[in-house]
């Protein structure tokens, strides 16, 4: 049997591989990318989404409610987070109104009716649509329930006053649970009357 005499490219192999290694980051921080926003998962939910230029206003609500520990919290949850465009369809003045100081358990409320607790993904909501026949509800940190229906090939979410909203991106993972992105206010029932908006400045 013959042998050949040439020189083995293993110590070469080994010095190339190493060299990658040392250029590497020590961990992977992944992302998912969403309207030019990069939602990583070793962030949290306050984390990601004060980076979000499509949630400045409901960053802004979460922080007159004095309800950012929440959202930094270990969970898990399901947050379903209103983009900015979502807050243009509520009544002139309202928003403003509930930004005030006097109306802040109000908007506390109206913040933990877009929470769960644990983790509820597209796939699992899917799934429990089809063992209830259609239609499944949540148990939001509020207290009361939302409505999860399906339109088509779109989740829809039917709040306490009969309001709906779907979900446009679905499955953000976070470092304390998941988030959907979703296009409409969700509103619970005990939050009463909508506060009377406050004065236009002339």
Sequence with gaps: MRYSLRPSRAPALLCFFLALALTMPAKADLATHVEGTAFSFTKTFLENLSEARSHTTFVAAINAADLAALLQEPGPFTL????????????????????????????????????????????????????????????????????????????????????????????????????????????????GPAPTPAPETP
């Design 80 to 191: 379903f987070a209103p983009t900015n465009e979502a807050f243009t369809h509520l009544p002139k003045g309202q928003l403003e109104s509930w930004m005030q100081p006097e109306n802040r358990e109000t908007l506390a409320a109206l913040l933990r009716y877009h929470m769960v607790a644990g983790k509820f993904s597209v796939e699992g909501l899917l799934a429990a649509l089809r063992r209830e026949h259609g239609q499944t509800r949540l148990k939001t940190l509020q207290g009361e329930d939302l409505i999860i229906t399906e339109d088509g090939r779109r989740l829809i979410l039917v709040d306490a006053r009969g309001g709906r909203s779907t979900i446009s991106f679905a499955d953000l993972p976070e470092k304390n649970g998941i988030l959907h992105i979703i296009d409409k206010i969700l509103q619970p029932a005990i939050m």
